[in-house]
């Protein structure tokens, strides 16, 4: 008799039970870094899978990414001092959207650590628009807000 596996191949009973993570990076250079800022760059292309759906005819970055991206950015700045640490999100503040960042076009991330303090880390945030030449665009700021990264917590009670 065949057993029905659930789950992805190779995942422990334990493991489908709590977040996987991102399986994609959000970050394709890092410009700058010092032990309190980054900035990185993430280039849109056409051939991204969620501009299919986001809107036909008129396609965007996702708001959505546009945080993530902050996240990434932050969490590769702070990673060196939160070593075998998960850090997710913990708190997203003030956020603002600004203008639309299309295909060809790039978001210029800077991250600036504000605060550490019991093992979370605070952020200020702020993505503005290259244009496909490079160049930033003149108050083109796309996304800015603050935000906190913290410890995955995982629940003591859940099944294993």
Known sequence: MRRERRGCPGTSRRKRHYPVGVHFDLIDQVIERTESRIVTVKAVSRAEEYLQDHFAGFPV??????VEALVHAARRLVQPRAVGVRLVLGSVRAI???RFVRPGEGLLI???LLKHENGVFEFKGEGKVRGIDGAIIPD???VSGRFSLRPLKLRADVGL
């Open 61 to 66: 970055l996702p708001g959505v990414l546009m």
């Open 96 to 98: 603002k959207y600004g």
């Open 110 to 112: 800077e991250a600036e």
């Open 140 to 142: 083109a700021t796309a």
